[in-house]
Structures are given as C-alpha cells and as structure tokens.
C-alpha cells in the first residue's frame, strides 16, 4: 500500500465512520477502486480506527471529562452515572454479536460489493424513513431512556453488515424512538467508542494470530493513514452533530441511495 493509497483511504476512514454513510462500505468500494481489495489490511485497520475514537475524543473531550468526572469522583447516583450506565447497556447487543456471531454473519453473508450495495441502499431507507417521519412528529423528543439505549445498541448490532452505517443506522433508530435531535448524535458517537476499539482489538488479535499480517505495509503509509482519519474524523464528528440538529439527512440518503446502486453495477462489472 502507498502513502498516497492510504491517505485516500485513511480520508474515507474519517470521514465515513461519523458521516451516515457505512465507513466499511466505503472502505470496501475505496480498495476495489484503488486496487488494494486482494491485500491483508488487518494492521492499517488497527491503525485508522483508533484514529477515528482519538477524533471523537477530542471534539466530544468536554462531554468525556464530564462523564469520566460525575462517574468516578463521586459514590452517588447522578446524571453522568446514569448517561454512562445507558451507554453499557447499548454495547450489550454489539458485544455479544462481535463476539460470538461476528464470524459466522461474515460467513453467511460473506463479503464484496454486491452486499456493500444493497445495505447502502438499505442506510438509505432508513435515513429517509427518520428523516420523513421525525419531520411529522409533534414536539422535541426527549432524552435517551434505558429501552431507546437497548433498541439503538440491537441497531448498532446489524450494522457489523459492510454497507449498513453504523452511526447512521444509530442515529435514524434514535431519531424514530423520538429522541431529541441534538441528543442523539452525541449519544450515537460516545456509545461506538469502546465497539471500535474493540474491533480494533478483535483485529490486532488475529494479525498476532498471523504475524505476517504486519508486514507489506509501510511505516509512512500507516502515519498517513493515521493522519488522514484523525484530521478528517475530527470534521466528520463535529459536522455530523450539526448536520442532525438541522435534521438534514436527506441529503446523505439520497448518496447513500447513489453510492448503493454504483457498488451493485460496478459488482458485476
């Protein structure tokens, strides 16, 4: 992989794990595209996904502090004990599928761009339902509550699918449980951080498992890469929370549905 290689995909990295349009997929249609789809990864995927949790950390370090701050200097029950409890519940339905079934979904459904296609075509179904129905529900929504945080984590779950967004799959299921517009991004986006690293972790145990997983690919291409999502996932993450305040996800729909259909044709060119 060249330097120039993996800036382009560390770039799609960043910017499609916040923006609703599936990281995976794009990932997937990227290496195709650049020739790369036949080569082992595993490493440069370590690498740009701890990228993209440090970019969440920084935009969201004020509500992490927080968090961190109300669950651990205090023995009473309060708000952040409370946000942070919610939070595991939501990684109880990804834990159990990352760990158990993550192989077999693979098997079963498999790989390559006909799948990627279709479940961006499904990313866009959603985006448009919660974009169509939230528009003609009455009032504000209201905070994330223990059976949104269990439904949003069974949705965060489908997404180990290439091609199904997670944060879009998370935020439309949010958004159609009727939680409030400017809640349900920052939830979204905290409640995927310990799911990233561990699928970060789940791949650093396989390339250990194949020690050859570490090589062919170089130093400066891997600090490109890593540069590349950060910087792009910080504007991601930032943008994707304004982006669902204005409630505009439309406009991702309408390229998800574009890409969907690309990745299909181009599967059996």
């Known amino acids: 992989m060249s330097w120039l290689q993996a800036l382009i995909l560390g770039v799609i990295q960043g910017l499609t794990e916040f923006l609703p349009v599936s990281s995976s997929g794009h990932l997937e249609i990227g290496q195709a595209l650049l020739g790369t789809a036949g080569e082992d990864n595993l490493t440069f995927a370590i690498v740009v996904h701890t990228a993209t949790v440090l970019s969440t950390?920084?935009?969201?370090?004020?509500?992490?502090?927080?968090?961190?701050?109300?669950?651990?200097?205090?023995?009473?029950?309060?708000?952040?004990?409370?946000?942070?409890?919610?939070?595991?519940?939501?990684?109880?339905?990804?834990?159990?599928?990352?760990?158990?079934?993550?192989?077999?979904?693979?098997?079963?459904?498999?790989?390559?761009?006909?799948?990627?296609?279709?479940?961006?075509?499904?990313?866009?179904?959603?985006l448009w339902l919660s974009e169509f129905l939230t528009k003609r529900m009455k009032g504000e929504g209201h905070e994330v509550t223990y059976r949104d945080a269990a439904i949003i984590g069974c949705a965060q779950a489908l997404a180990v699918l290439p091609g199904l967004s997670r944060s879009g799959t998370t935020i439309a299921t949010g958004l159609l449980c009727g939680v409030r517009k400017d809640k349900i991004a920052q939830f979204s986006f905290l409640m995927v951080l310990v799911p990233i690293l561990g699928e970060a972790f789940l791949d650093l145990l396989k390339a250990l498992n194949n020690p050859a997983d570490f090589s062919g690919i170089p130093v400066l291409s891997l600090v490109v890469g890593f540069l590349a999502a950060f910087l792009t996932g910080c504007f991601a993450c930032r943008f994707m929370i304004e982006i669902v305040k204005r409630q505009k996800l439309i406009y991702f729909a309408i390229y998800c549905l574009c890409a969907g259909t690309f990745a299909i044709i181009y599967s059996f060119c």
């Not at 950390?57 to 927080?66: F, G, M, N, P």
């Not at 952040?80 to 990352?98: N, T």
């Open 57 to 126: 950390l920084v935009i969201l370090w004020r509500e992490v502090a927080q968090l961190f701050k109300g669950t651990f200097t205090t023995l009473r029950w309060n708000a952040e004990k409370d946000y942070v409890a919610k939070i595991l519940v939501s990684m109880i339905p990804v834990f159990i599928v990352g760990m158990f079934f993550k192989d077999y979904v693979e098997q079963l459904f498999g790989h390559g761009l006909l799948l990627v296609g279709i479940c961006l075509l499904l990313t866009a179904f959603l």
